[in-house]
């Protein structure tokens, strides 16, 4: 008996990844994509999918009845930059999704959860390099509040109703595979877009903005190690702080020129700019390191070529 996997805004940019890394791992009969959009076509062909609103809590007992589904993985929600637009809205996703799936597992409908957390927890009163797993944490953005509040849900649904739920605090993630869905963090995907087209790039973020990010191949293989793990190793309830890698817009355009020796890059930060210079540059992920074996595999050297390989071969 294998897993049977249902996963929620499996059409972004961590979920299409992650559906078919599962579909690879558990076999694609056994992992169901679900979204309000339909995906990329590689999505699409090679297991089911299904039109699903993270919102209404039927609609999802229905698929998971349906499936015979144990775990779900939920990764609908309104990342950082779009939910300073639309507070409400963003916060209503990111809060009933997360409900949904607690109370399906609280009823012993799924098993196991996985819900991503982000370094948008933190804020501008917490430590900003190497920032612990448990500190200060004063987030100013609509996201960083709504993962927060999720992050003590998650805590309290485990103590309360032995809910077997895992979290990562993500950092920004980096891909070509698919586009980033309105972060903070979205710079350092676009940038590698605009190298190639244009060799030029104007930057949201000012040169010296150190964030803490990470290659999709990391990431995706953090989550997949996390949900392997022995429920008794894992300490932390909340969600666990990952740190990949750190680097600032003109770090990483010094690491473009190296194999685009003509690139250019120009600074005009814009909104962005004060919620990156409300979360950490750099994050301690002892805890992760000790509890499930986590090492991160991409520096920032690897991950550029990586990326322009990835992309010139798309
Ligand atoms: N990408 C990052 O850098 C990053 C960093 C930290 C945390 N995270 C977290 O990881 C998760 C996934 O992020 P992502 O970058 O893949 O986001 P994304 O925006 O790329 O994808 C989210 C997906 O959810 C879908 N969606 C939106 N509303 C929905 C609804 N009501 N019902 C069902 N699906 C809905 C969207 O269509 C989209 O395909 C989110 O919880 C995000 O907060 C992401």
């Not at 299904?50 to 144990?70: Q, S």
């Amino acid at each position: 008996m294998g897993n049977k996997i249902l996963i929620i805004g499996a059409c972004g940019q961590i979920g299409t990844e992650l559906t078919l890394t599962l579909r690879e791992k558990f076999g694609n009969e056994n992992v169901v994509a679900s979204d309000i959009r339909e995906g990329n076509e590689q999505l699409m062909q090679t297991g089911p999918f299904e039109i699903l609103d993270a919102t209404n809590y039927k609609a999802i007992e229905d698929i998971v009845m349906h499936y015979e589904i144990d775990e779900v993985y939920l990764m609908a929600a309104m990342l950082s930059a779009t939910a300073e637009k639309f507070p409400m809205r963003g916060w209503e996703l990111n809060m009933n999704s997360l409900f949904n799936v607690l109370n399906l597992a609280k009823d012993k409908k799924i098993s196991k959860l996985f819900w991503p957390s982000s370094i948008a927890v933190f804020g501008p009163t917490t430590p900003k390099l190497n920032t612990p797993q448990t500190t200060v944490m004063e987030p100013t953005t609509v996201y960083g509040i709504s993962k927060q509040t999720g992050e003590r849900w998650c805590e309290y649904y485990h103590e309360k109703y032995g809910v077997d739920v895992r979290s990562i605090r993500y950092p920004g993630l980096i891909s070509y595979k698919t586009a980033p869905g309105g972060g903070t963090t979205d710079y350092a995907v676009e940038i590698f877009h605009e190298a190639l087209n244009k060799q030029s790039y104007t930057s949201f973020l000012s040169e010296d903005t150190a964030l803490p990010m990470m290659f999709m191949d990391d990431a995706i293989e953090a989550t997949i190690r996390l949900m392997d793990a022995d429920k008794e190793s894992l300490s932390i309830k909340s969600s666990y702080n990952l740190g990949g890698i750190s680097f600032t817009p003109k770090e990483i355009a010094e690491s473009i020129k190296k194999h685009i020796p003509n690139f250019k890059i120009d600074y005009a930060p814009d909104f962005r700019q004060a919620i990156a210079d409300s979360w950490p540059s750099s994050i301690d992920d002892s805890q992760a390191q000790k509890d499930w074996g986590w090492k991160h595999q991409f520096d920032l050297g690897k991950m550029t070529k990586a990326m322009l390989e990835g992309l010139r071969n798309l």
